[in-house]
């Protein structure tokens, strides 16, 4: 179940919409994602260990992540392979700068990447 918010800026006209939670048919879901690692999509690192680990469970996320270094917000998927003892977690990086971003875990929390100020968040309703 996702929701999807519209972040606005009150100072300038930054304005973005962004997902947040899964998508409602999470086996198509998880054979998408599934692809998107084997095609290299979330990097070489991920790619790899899921080759080692074929049976891992994939577990993701669509979330709000910021790059500590420039301010940037993307949508971003938070993606883990969870093997019995291994696990790996997926570095998002931004895509501006190349720092690694956080997730924001509190959608009233997010910062315009421009003036630094708390932007709107208004929950859409989902068609
Ligand atoms: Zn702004
Ligand atoms: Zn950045």
């Known amino acids: 179940m996702a929701k999807v918010y519209t972040l606005t800026c009150k100072k ?18 998880t054979e998408s ?16 260990f899921y080759a080692a680990h074929t ?25 883990s392979l969870f093997d019995t003892t291994y696990e790996f977690v997926y570095r998002n990086i931004c895509g501006k700068c190349g720092e690694r971003m956080a997730q924001v875990t509190d959608i009233a929390g997010v910062h315009c990447p421009i003036c630094k100020v708390p932007l709107d968040a208004v929950e859409e309703a989902l068609l």
């Open 12 to 29: 300038c006209t930054f304005k973005g919409t962004y997902r947040i939670g899964t998508d409602d048919n999470r086996a198509a879901w």
């Open 55 to 79: 049976s891992a469970e994939i577990q993701a996320v669509w979330a709000v992540f910021r790059c500590s270094n420039c301010g940037n917000i993307e949508e971003r998927i938070r993606l």
């Open 33 to 48: 994602l599934s692809a998107r690692i084997e095609a290299g999509e979330f990097g070489v690192e991920a790619q790899q």
